[in-house]
């Protein structure tokens, strides 16, 4: 069983950044491709990014691309998500998700709220 937790989030104005972090325990977290999602007030969770086990391979939402950045540190069981030029539409909660491979199934955080102010 996989324990994630984000942290990071906050208020933030429009054109600024902020980097959440994903901290796991509970498993090998260099096994595990490893996710962003977000929820926006009224949406359903939507898919922000992506990095395999490496950390040599990333997708992104198109409406994050150029934006933000995911990235990972296996030896710390952490992963990142810096975000730059902040828009309002990036307001949500932020999860992330560990991927257990070979299965469409994952482990999830608790999330962590970003709110961009204009």
């Known amino acids: 069983q996989v324990q994630l937790v984000e942290s990071g989030g906050g208020l933030v104005q429009v054109g600024g950044s902020l980097r959440l972090s994903c901290v796991a325990s509970?498993?090998?977290?260099?096994?595990?491709?490893m996710s962003w999602f977000r929820r926006a007030p009224g949406n359903e969770r939507e898919f922000a990014a992506r990095?395999?086990?490496?950390?040599?391979?990333?997708h992104y939402a198109d409406s994050v691309k150029g934006r933000f950045t995911i990235s990972r540190d296996n030896a710390k069981n952490t992963m990142y998500l810096q975000m730059n030029s902040l828009k309002p539409e990036d307001t949500a909660v932020y999860y992330c998700?560990?991927?257990?491979?070979?299965?469409?199934?994952?482990?999830w955080g608790q999330g962590t709220q970003v709110t961009v102010s204009s």
């Open positions: 509970g498993g090998t977290f260099s096994n595990y491709p």
């Open positions: 998700n560990a991927e257990i491979p070979g299965t469409n199934r994952g482990y």
């Open positions: 990095i395999l086990s490496s950390g040599t391979i990333t």
